[in-house]
């Protein structure tokens, strides 16, 4: 177990290095001049330069990327272009509210999903299993753009249940969350459906009926505890599906995530931040998959760490 | 030494003669206004700072300027200079030293009193290479301005505070846009113990001698600005407090708008949504339209064959229909002929420009030697509506055989192509496009078209450099007498006709403003699309539904 973990560290450290370093070369390939934005259009040629020296964007590309990294051991991500302010401290503001948003989105998505899913495989071959498994094909489908929009408009523009957009309470995280856990829904009826379909075949499955159980106690007792744990072992991996939502329904419902800071400094090629916070959602997809591996085992002990 | 009475650029002549700063009518504030009240505004993008070194951008220009303060402003929804901070000024003979009284008892919000070596400090800390400032440029003209720049001096050696209340500027040349300049956010006047102990961190802590001051600011949410109870102009601001709502889209803010929850979308209409507002009586009647000092062109690169050729170029002028665009993007833009917009002062009213002519135009190409047209590249900026205007564009030289394909990029990748000698053949300057700095037809030469921005990483995507308009630039901005100020903006506009007879520019349209508020908004239109406070000038309006 200890050799394994410490395997899958060094793993997660290379692909952390990796993703800096892929990430860095693609920003330092860019025919935009980020100098550029920060001089001005007013900036003679001198300024021009001489900002360029401070922020070492004269050296060359494999000791600007030496620079970062030394930095980036010490925990500083460096200060943004524009904003000025500590790439750390931007992140670290926005970080509660993008997690706030994940934690919202999963519970959507297994509240959806799993009944979903439960409800299709009880009803196996009839319309409701089809109708449920073509509204998860939507769900999946659906871009988080136009759903965003669309719960905003029916239920805090025309029902007025929720606030048009913003954040602070529990009420500003319902749509949000529902948009972010449609996507997953889909998938997790889909899983919910199979696993299950496959647990109430099982020989165990049929004594207990045998035994004369209700069907109730059947279905709750004796199959979803055993459905479930395969299904809800994915959640880790959902993360990295998180990450890349967060962009689109963040600036939709104007929540102060992560994923707005992200795209602001992309328009803006604020090239500290769009590291920072690649170099954060790497780490915590990384992350996500390590526990994922961890967990699996334990709930599924056929699956043995090696 | 003359003396020219500020606050009436005009000069009139009884005051000349009487060679002192009387009361300024301009100080009479609003007898409608009601004080106190707060409001609303959002913004999609995050407000990147409120240090006026340091801010240049659409969200944060104006808040600084209700922030903070500088020697001269603007009378308020107008492009009026008079004096801000400063209670006079002279400027000498020969237009190189300008002297300006200061007010006396002006605070900052720490309580302490502003002086003139705050200002001399605020303009050293401005042109200071460390300070990376993108305004650094305008103080081009002060003397020791190229040491401070070079990294050789800390401190211009042209600023002198002459006593508290006195400080002198010496130039290098005549800058009849000095006044401007004192104007502009980056000479905004900072405390010096405030800058020092935030260090980098001052724009986030801004603390100026605005009509407000900040009261929080919480990253990626809110900022809240308080009325400044100690403010030096008396009566103002009338309101209490604002709060600036940050990351919503501009489709969310107006659905916001419509259930009174805001007051006024920083962003604007959206494209999308232009037309359902101003088909709906109520809320047009809410829209406040004025003009903006922005043109929006497309230029085309002198030195690439076969844009080289005047002909070709006044071809292209011809060839593009101008009036199908701005109907394209709802009639949010007038018709444009000149690189001026009609709201700058040296706009010229009689210039005709090319008339649309597509005959014409395909003769003027024919004597060029392309009877059958070229190809070349047409770069614009990837964002709507940009890329439909683009193929506006694109259908437009068609017609007289000129197959553009379009290069559609991110708004740095275009920019970067620009400043490329060989980068673009011809850029659509939409989302990119000039937007005056400061309200002087100077503003839309140097940079954009004159020699100095046609060089590496330059903002002269035609890469126009004519020596003899350079040298007829430098002349008008020698005219520094107020009093002269109309000969002066006769000169540029023959300056901008001879341009146009070069044609290295299409210009296609000026953007009009359309401001979109609540019904309890108060106060004049002009404030709410004030061409030098953008979007709005805080300071100056109210809400109606207090006391």
Redesign the interface.
Known sequence: MIAYLGRRLIQSLLILLGVSLITFALLYL?????V?????????????E??RR?LGLDQPFIVQYWHYLTKLLSGDLG?SY????EVT??IV??LP?SLLLMVGAILCELAIGLTMGLIAAVKRGTSTDQTLMVASFVGVSAPQFVVG?LL??VF??RLGWFP????GSWRHLVLPSLTMGILGAGWYARMMRSSMIDVLRQDYMRTARAKGLARGAILFRHALPNAILPVVAMIGIDIGVFMGGIVVV????????IG??AW?AI?R?DIPIIMGVTLVSAFAIVLGNLLADIIAPFIDPRIKLR | MRRFLASTVAASALALMLGIASARADDAVDPNAKQGGAITITYKDDVATLDPAIGYDWQNWSMIKSLFDGLMDYEPGTTKLKPDLAESYEISPDGKTFTFKLRHGVKFHNGREMTADDVKYSLDRVTNPKTQSPGAGFFGSIKGYDDVAAGKANSLSGVTAVDPYTIKFELTRPDATFLHVMAINFSHVVPKEEVEKYGADFGKHPVGTGAFKLAEWTLGQRIVFERNPDYWHKGLPHLDKITFEIGQEPIVALLRLQKGEIDVPGDGIPPAKFQEVMNDPEQKARVVVGGQLHTGYITMNTTMPPFDNVKVRQAVNMAINKDRIVQMINNRAVPANQPLPPSMPGYDKAFKGYAYDVAKAKALLAEAGHPDGFETQLFAMNTDPNPRIAQAIQQDLAAIGIKASIQSLAQANVIAAGGDKSGAPMIWSGGMAWIADFPDPSNFYGPILGCAGAVPGGWNWSWYCNKDLDAKAAEADSVVDPAKSADREKMWSAIYDKIMADAPWAPVFNEQRFTLKSARMGGADNLYVDPVHIPINYDNVYVKDVQ
């Open positions: 860019l025919p935009a001049d980020p550029r934005q920060i001089a001005g259009r007013s900036a003679t040629p001198d300024t021009v001489n900002i401070q200060r524009i904003q000025r302010s401290e931007l503001s926005r509210a929009l905003l408009y805090a523009v048009i957009g913003g954040y963040e600036s939709v419902f104007g929540w102060p995530g707005q800071l602001q328009q090629v």
